[in-house]
């Protein structure tokens, strides 16, 4: 195996090598670690065609930074569904957080958050309460309801860069107010 030192981190490259004539069904990777001290991490197994590595993707920190502005709120009311529009000053991309605060009680999976025509959409599988905390964070990966994690199905929310369309939909004929909070990012060095 190759390695190469990257900060605090050692990359492994090993070319696999398979008869040409024969089509590969599954690879099975053990990574293995013997005699050794202190922290390992397992960041990334990666399977390319060819026997050259090639390039991967550097950490968000090297590529985008945090605007200096303050982060930026979006608040309003959804009665059964609404299609909510943010737009966002930042150069690109960012998580969003979304807190959801039922006005009356809805039954488990009657949320549903998604982006644009319903992509990237999650559902939440507790029922909620009137004046309960719903709360999706992008920003920690974490799903609270009332400030103690709750299962969710689907995906963590972003705001694209200018104006993000973002669809709430709840129980039929109910009420929530929604609070969307973001940080505009900019564009960073992506010199590794």
């Known amino acids: 195996m190759k390695a190469m030192q990257i900060n605090n981190f050692i990359r492994f490259a090993e070319t696999v090598k ?10 099975t990777v053990r990574p293995l670690i013997a005699d050794c001290t202190g ?4 960041t990334d197994l990666m399977l390319q065609e060819g026997g050259k590595l090639t390039g991967y993707t550097p950490h968000t920190t090297a590529m985008l930074k945090s605007s200096p502005n303050p982060p930026r709120f979006h608040n309003g009311i959804v009665r059964t569904s609404e299609t ?8 690109t991309s960012s998580g969003l957080d979304c807190y959801i605060y039922p006005i009356q009680s809805m039954a488990a999976g009657s949320i549903l958050l998604s982006q644009g025509m319903g992509s990237h959409q999650v559902s939440f599988d507790a029922a909620m ?3 309960d905390e719903l709360a999706l964070k992008a920003s920690t990966r974490e799903c609270l309801r009332n400030g103690s ?14 104006d993000s369309k973002h ?7 109910k009420s929530a107010r929604v609070r969307f909070e973001y940080r505009e990012m900019l564009k ?5």
Do not use: C, M
């Open 18 to 27: 398979v008869k040409e004539d024969k089509r590969v069904v599954s690879i």
């Open 167 to 173: 669809q709430v939909k709840l129980e039929d004929r």
């Open 129 to 131: 309460s009137a004046g």
């Open 149 to 162: 994690p709750t299962p969710k199905r689907g995906f963590f929310q972003y705001t694209a860069a200018h």
């Open 84 to 91: 909510v529009i943010i737009f966002n000053l930042g150069e």
């Open 39 to 42: 922290a390992v991490y397992y």
């Open 188 to 192: 960073g060095d992506s010199r590794p």
